[in-house]
């Protein structure tokens, strides 16, 4: 049982590079939903979807595109890296928003832009 | 915007004692979810807890539980029998209900590093 698998685990970027992040889960979860981890600002929310072919921006979604063709995959992609997107990232997914409402998050991705 | 505040970055329990880790939230919303969630060196994000606004019974699972005063908008979690186990970083998480501003979107605090010695 995979649940949600992130790939790559590590990835240094260099400035102004481009990357995609990939994200899948194999539960046949409606939503899915990219966050970012940064010391002492917790987890934020950059983008999200609520099934395939809708996706909505979060708290912090400026410099990542997003979107979503099928259901078990949703991947994060970097246009133009740059070092204030150094971070660890983490895909997540969910069965449906209500009533079940618990998430279950990939192992996530330490990025480090140079 | 919602916003979830822990206000202790670090704490420090000792193995098999308890302590409580405190959680506050700023909603206008009234349907909406609380979570706790455990973050070990290992990364992986594990749900601890779960709480329904709507409930006004405190959830436990196990030798966790949580104070949730929606008055207050406080959702403090306290861990019984501390276990060498529990240490880890853990997040205060708030979801928006259906037909809410926040609908869908999940919003961490900054997180406690809880520490059990030996």
């Known amino acids: 049982n995979a649940g949600v698998t992130q790939t790559p685990k590590f990835q240094v970027l260099k400035t102004g590079q481009s990357m995609t992040l990939q994200c899948a889960q194999d539960?046949?979860?409606?939503?899915m939903s990219w966050y970012r981890q940064d010391p002492g600002m917790g987890l934020r929310l950059i983008h999200y979807s609520v099934g395939a072919g809708i996706t909505d921006q979060g708290e912090v979604p400026n410099g990542y595109n997003v979107s979503r063709s099928t259901t078990e995959d949703f991947p994060l992609r970097l246009l133009s890296a740059a070092p204030s997107q150094t971070s660890v990232y983490f895909c997540?997914?969910?069965?449906?928003?209500?009533?079940?409402?618990?998430?279950?998050f990939g192992q996530g991705t330490r990025l480090t832009v140079v | 915007a919602q916003t979830v505040t822990q206000s202790q970055p670090e704490m420090s329990v000792q193995e098999a004692e308890t302590v409580t880790l405190s959680c506050t939230y700023d909603?206008?919303?009234?349907?909406?979810?609380l979570f706790w969630y455990k973050q070990p060196p290992s990364r992986q994000m594990i749900l601890v807890i779960r709480q329904e606004a709507y409930k006004q019974q405190n959830a436990t699972e196990n030798r966790f539980s949580v104070n949730f005063q929606k008055a207050a908008k406080s959702f403090s979690l306290k861990i019984s029998d501390s276990q060498l186990g529990d240490t880890a970083m853990y997040f205060c998480?708030?979801?928006?209900?259906?037909?809410?501003?926040?609908?869908?979107?999940?919003?961490f605090g900054q997180g406690t590093i809880l520490t059990v010695h030996p």
């Open positions: 909603t206008s919303e009234s349907n909406y979810y």
């Open positions: 539960m046949n979860h409606e939503y």
């Open positions: 998480a708030f979801l928006g209900g259906a037909g809410g501003t926040s609908y869908g979107k999940l919003t």
């Open positions: 997540a997914s969910s069965p449906s928003l209500y009533p079940n409402t618990e998430a279950f």
